[in-house]
């Protein structure tokens, strides 16, 4: 089993930036990947980031592409998502996730652990 708590969310205004992190225990070894999904109210769970553990490639959605930067420290068995440039459509609640498999794609179905969320809350 692996665990996964989020932190770092808030109420920020457009423009401005916000760091996630996530912090897994548990069997930690087992992870191929870890990504961030966010989901708005009345909207379906998005994929936002992902990073592949044992290359760091990553990945990104088109909505937060050269905005959102994601890196992870495999030692502290963290991941993090820096988001910059906020808008108020980034507004959702950000879930981090992990896959047991270093490609688990792009939909929430190819992670099998997850976090409880943090809201992130831009203002306009």
């Known amino acids: 089993q692996v665990q996964l708590v989020e932190s770092g969310g808030g109420l920020v205004q457009a423009g401005g930036s916000l760091r996630l992190s996530c912090t897994a225990t548990?069997?930690?070894?087992?992870?191929?990947?870890m990504g961030w999904f966010r989901q708005a109210p009345g909207k379906e769970r998005e994929f936002v980031a992902a990073?592949?553990?044992?290359?760091?490639?990553?990945y990104y959605s088109n909505s937060v592409k050269g905005r959102f930067t994601v890196s992870a420290d495999n030692a502290k068995n963290s991941v993090y998502l820096q988001m910059n440039a906020l808008k108020p459509e980034d507004t959702a609640v950000y879930y981090c996730a992990a896959a047991l498999t270093g490609t688990p794609g792009l939909g929430p179905s190819g992670y099998g652990y997850w976090g409880q969320g943090t809201q992130v809350t831009v203002s306009s």
């Open positions: 990073i592949r553990r044992s290359s760091d490639s990553t």
């Open positions: 548990g069997r930690t070894f087992s992870i191929g990947a």
